[in-house]
């Protein structure tokens, strides 16, 4: 009887709701390493793997990629969206979190209440394209949602991933699942030799060499990183455009989240919906790399701290 209500508390405890004043962005809670898929294919998410990530939907037919980064905001591409029909989107606009796929048990689909686009963001020029969405209501987190932290400062990192939302078949975009695929970061100057006009508040980044498939992109989808020898992730990049990004010699191009800190914190401070931009950087004794800031949730202040024992395998 007892070993019959394991499962059943696993489960329980994946959707219960986490305090938010007390939730740390970036860590997945709900996912396992032990998956056995091959090291550098393009392939499925994991449940619980991306637990941050979300469909941006029209009529309950995906429009972009986005990342829940604290309980009233979802970060994603300004592109997605025409600012003469804010009006009228926002309310045929939903968010779809807490699911690797369209038939997850754990989706769950929220309002949005307005739609900011960056000042700076003057189409065709894909430069300042970021936006936010401020949600209805507040997200309940639990271990299928949580936020992303956001890298305040430009680093190296050791891995990197991008990821898609993709239709499981051609004439049903209803039906959908997510896929990831490792990426590297481009020098920027490498970059701009491939790019006309690179902003700097832009990044490249293309398919880890030996990977095999390829990872078109989804607009507003964020790409993240870590490091060896801690479990959090960071989002480093929003998706704006890119052809075949994960082919190497087309890189995809992200704008740049450490560059645009200071809006999105002013932005949500308008709306009454801030939270502090603190932490500390502190050197591991048996690392080199320090670790960004990031984004505390609430009023609470937390510390990014580095955790030498914490071991990982993506």
């Known amino acids: 009887m007892f070993q019959l209500l394991i499962p059943l508390l696993m489960a329980l405890k994946g959707h219960a709701q986490e305090d938010p ?3 740390q962005c970036g860590y997945r809670p709900a996912f396992s390493n032990s998956s056995r898929l091959p090291f550098h294919e393009l392939f ?10 979300v469909s941006i939907q029209i009529s309950r037919k995906h429009l972009c990629g986005g990342s829940v980064i604290h309980q009233w905001w979802v970060l994603t591409a300004a592109h997605c969206f025409q600012r003469t029909l804010l009006e009228m989107e926002v309310k045929n606009l939903t968010v779809v979190m807490g699911a690797r796929k369209s038939s997850d048990a754990s989706l769950e689909r929220m309002r949005v209440q307005k739609i900011i686009i960056h000042k700076d963001y003057k189409p065709p020029h894909l430069d300042s394209d ?10 309940q987190f639990t271990n299928f949602k949580m936020p992303i932290c956001l890298q305040v400062k430009e680093w190296a990192w050791d891995r990197c991933w991008m990821l898609e939302w993709v239709t499981a078949h051609e004439y049903d975009r209803s039906d959908m699942y997510l896929q990831k695929m490792r990426v590297v970061q481009i020098n ?10 690179l902003s700097r508040n832009m990044l490249c980044a293309w398919k880890e060499p030996g990977t095999k498939g390829r ?16 479990r959090r992730l960071f ?34 401070e308008k709306e009454g919906k801030a939270y502090v931009i603190s932490g500390a950087l502190r050197r591991s004794l048996t690392h080199t790399p320090q670790y960004p800031l990031f984004l505390g949730l609430g009023s609470q202040i937390l510390l990014t701290v580095m955790f030498t024992g914490d071991k990982s395998n993506h």
């Open 215 to 230: 990872c078109q992109g989804d607009s507003g989808a964020p790409m993240v990183c870590t490091n060896r020898g801690t």
């Open 235 to 268: 989002q480093v990049g929003v998706f704006s455009w890119g052809i075949r990004s994960g082919s190497k010699g087309r890189p995809g191009m992200f704008v740049s989240v450490a560059r645009f800190i200071p809006w999105i914190k002013e932005e949500m």
């Open 21 to 23: 004043a007390k939730v």
């Open 188 to 197: 920027w100057k490498e970059c701009s030799r491939r790019v006309d006009q």
């Open 130 to 139: 970021l936006s936010l969405l401020l949600l209805a209501t507040p997200i």
């Open 44 to 53: 499925e998410v994991q449940k619980g793997e991306f637990p941050w990530q």
